[in-house]
């Protein structure tokens, strides 16, 4: 019988995303970056917030400033969400998606908890407000595949040995794994001494990599999902493939193979 593994978008083993909290002005600067090396992110808005201090992104700058990356809730108001009654959070987490909604122009299906703050009950509540994801505080020090994407940790905040991080990335190289590299934290944290140097060296340390998919949170989701919709045949021969994008897969550690969107493929 044909072994089949699943590959990332191009074939690849490895991707990388980074998550960014709060929608401060330094995010200007850090999104240059990210697209002058081809790192593709998720940043984390209050919609309630846009008016309550100069030093935040205004929302008439949200659709053009995140083009190319994913702008995904933050909650409203920002409030420790663990502590509030339900309705209070699904009001904070559908009204932010509303604004956010409004500014964008797709649907936003991802959150990063405000203060990390979360419950059962809570993770529980949000895939029935439109969240498909939820993004905890903290650092993994892994590469692994989240199990539980309601509570997703990063591998590393960007302050957690992460260049060490990147050229350990860099050096994976087992085909038969895939590996997830993924860095959060705030952009204004950057300005202290050597911030701003910190994430350009692991941006050019890290981007334009061949083997590395560079996605956003949500992209990372909706390949999942696109993966786990692939019908094979019993005896794994053919496999059909219902998406509307092309899904590729490796079969008994050959070249990688793409199946077509909306195509029955033999293999
Ligand atoms: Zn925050």
Same mark, same amino acid.
């Given at each position: ?7 990332? +978008? ?19 600067? &850090? ?13 984390? &808005? ?14 008439? $700058?949200?659709?053009?400033? @995140? ?11 920002? +409030? ?9 959070? =699904?009001?904070? !987490? &559908? ?6 909604? =409004?500014? !964008?122009?797709? +649907?936003?299906?991802?959150? %990063? ?19 498909? @994801? #939820? ?30 991080? #990147? ?32 994430? $350009? ?32 045949? =019993? ?6 493939? +219902?998406? %509307? ?12 193979? $793409? ?9």
């Amino acid at each position: 019988m044909n072994r089949v593994y699943y590959c990332f +978008p191009g074939g690849k083993h490895k991707a990388l995303t980074l998550s960014y909290d709060d929608g401060r002005i330094q995010d200007r600067k &850090l999104v240059e970056i990210f697209n002058r090396y081809g790192l593709r992110a998720t940043f984390n &808005l209050n919609s309630g917030l846009f008016d309550r201090d100069d030093r935040r992104i205004q929302p008439e $700058e949200v659709r053009t400033l @995140y083009e190319g990356h994913e702008v995904a809730c933050h909650t409203v108001t920002h +409030p420790t969400i663990a502590r509030c009654p339900l309705p209070e959070v =699904a009001e904070e !987490v &559908l009204a932010d998606r509303r604004a956010l909604e =409004a500014l !964008v122009g797709y +649907p936003v299906r991802g959150l %990063a908890y405000p203060n990390g703050s979360l419950s059962e009950e809570i993770t529980r509540l949000l895939p029935g407000l439109g969240i498909e @994801y #939820g993004r905890v505080v903290g650092s993994s020090d892994s590469f692994a595949l989240p199990e539980n994407l309601m509570s997703w940790q990063a591998t590393c905040h960007h302050n957690h040995n992460l260049l060490a991080l #990147g050229e350990q990335f860099n050096a994976l190289f087992k085909q038969q794994y895939l590996y997830l590299m993924y860095v959060w934290g705030h952009s204004y944290e950057f300005d202290m001494e050597g911030g701003w140097q910190l994430i $350009e060296e692991f941006a050019k340390l890290t981007g334009g990599r061949e083997d590395v998919w560079y996605c956003t949170n949500i992209e990372y989701v909706d390949w999942k999902n696109a993966m786990e919709r692939l019908k094979f045949s =019993a005896d794994n021969r053919f496999v059909y493939n +219902p998406n %509307a994008v092309s899904c590729w897969i490796r079969v008994n550690d050959g070249e990688p193979i $793409e199946l077509p969107g909306g195509q029955t493929t033999a293999l």
